[in-house]
């Protein structure tokens, strides 16, 4: 099969033969139509992720079929008996475990979902880890409710828009933090109430004039902006942390958070009944995922340059097959 295969750090992963996967006991071959990438894909080709095994490929989200059936992956090895908490054992689809970015992808049967009838096979690849992640940060550690007024720093990432998508599905007023006005007035078109660009010195007063406060924050930067963000929260607010891409946390005064009783909260991926219950919600109010552009699978080394540019809205994806497929912000794309 075609594949792309990261033979080194600090290369781009090759488009290259690749022996077909066999499954093993309970794994099922997925022929995949379309896949994903997330910012872990770029981190493992910067030698910036744990357990690096080589060569490898990468590729966590996935669309395709098999046996017939049309489907989307649930890209958790491992979650564990404990809801709150994966086990020591919990990996993700893409490393150690060859992922996605290929055209066949061995998984095991239970890790199949019916691809949402609404989406096309981009939009429907975008989904699942970002999609989950978005998902429990937001309703399982957020308890986000109608009429919330909810935070979502760095909007034009996948998980950020997911959590600004989900948060307006479910009622919530939503405000942003990004990083040009560009990307800002893209949120305020998805149903964002307002926000403020982070490059700027004062945004943390630009968003203080819009709203009172924010009862939901969902960050995936940290770094020295983080105490700002608590400043903005009201009494009894939940801050969510689904990432560090800015670095540590400095200058937190704890009676900032004990006086307003604020809750700040770890969160990573999400278990499996959250998965569904994430599909469920995405068929429920028919929600499109946000491509950001397509590439041909032969064309990755592109994807993953874009990638590493950081300057998407939304998710990059690469197509293995030729279906009709519409997307949103398309810039690459080969004949279908």
């Given at each position: 099969m075609k594949a792309l295969v990261l033979h080194a750090v600090h290369e781009q992963p090759r488009y290259v033969d690749y022996a077909?996967?066999?499954p093993a006991p309970g794994e099922v071959l997925v022929q995949v139509r379309a896949a994903a990438l997330n910012r872990r894909d770029?981190?493992?080709?910067?030698?910036?992720?744990?357990?690096i095994v080589l060569p490898i490929i990468l590729g966590s989200d996935g669309a395709g079929v098999c046996e017939g059936r049309d489907v989307i992956i649930n890209p958790n090895?491992?979650?564990?008996?404990?809801?709150?908490?994966?086990?020591?054992?919990?990996?993700?689809?893409?490393?150690?475990?060859?992922?996605?970015?290929?055209?066949?992808?061995?998984?095991?049967?239970?890790?199949?979902?019916d691809k949402p009838a609404h989406l096309d096979w981009a939009q429907a690849a975008a989904l699942p880890l970002a999609g989950m992640t978005a998902w429990r940060a937001l309703f399982t550690k957020g308890q986000v409710q109608p009429g919330h007024h909810v935070l979502v720093t760095?909007?034009?990432?996948?998980?950020?828009l997911f959590a600004i998508q989900f948060a307006l599905a479910a009622g919530a007023q939503v405000f942003v933090t990004t990083g040009s006005h560009e990307k800002l007035e893209r949120a305020k078109q998805l149903g964002a109430?307002?926000?403020?660009?982070?490059?700027?010195?004062?945004?943390?007063?630009?968003?203080?004039?819009?709203?009172?406060?924010?009862?939901?924050?969902?960050?995936?930067?940290?770094?020295?902006?983080?105490?700002?963000?608590?400043?903005?929260?009201?009494?009894?607010?939940?801050?969510?942390?689904?990432?560090?891409?800015?670095?540590?946390?400095?200058?937190v005064s704890p009676q900032l958070?004990?006086?307003?009783?604020?809750?700040?909260?770890?969160?990573?991926?999400?278990?499996?009944?959250?998965?569904?219950?994430?599909?469920?919600?995405?068929?429920?109010?028919?929600?499109?995922?946000?491509?950001?552009?397509?590439?041909?699978?032969?064309?990755?080394?592109?994807?993953?340059?874009?990638?590493?540019?950081?300057?998407q809205f939304g998710k990059i994806i690469l197509i293995l097959s030729k279906p009709p497929i519409a997307h949103q912000h398309e810039t690459h794309r080969s004949p279908l």
């Open positions: 077909d996967p066999m770029y981190f493992v080709t910067q030698g910036l992720y744990p357990g090895i491992n979650w564990g008996d404990n809801p709150a908490v994966q086990s020591k054992y919990y990996n993700i689809l893409g490393l150690p475990k060859n992922g996605t970015l290929a055209e066949q992808v061995a998984v095991a049967a239970d890790r199949l979902h760095g909007a034009g990432g996948g998980v950020a109430s307002g926000g403020a660009i982070y490059r700027d010195s004062d945004w943390d007063r630009q968003l203080a004039a819009q709203c009172a406060g924010f009862d939901v924050v969902i960050d995936s930067a940290g770094g020295p902006g983080f105490p700002s963000l608590l400043k903005l929260c009201n009494p009894g607010a939940r801050v969510v942390i689904y990432g560090g891409t800015v670095g540590k946390i400095p200058d958070i004990f006086w307003r009783q604020l809750a700040i909260l770890g969160s990573t991926m999400a278990n499996d009944t959250e998965f569904k219950a994430m599909l469920e919600f995405v068929n429920h109010h028919h929600i499109v995922p946000i491509v950001d552009s397509v590439f041909d699978l032969a064309d990755g080394a592109e994807a993953f340059k874009r990638l590493a540019a950081n300057t």
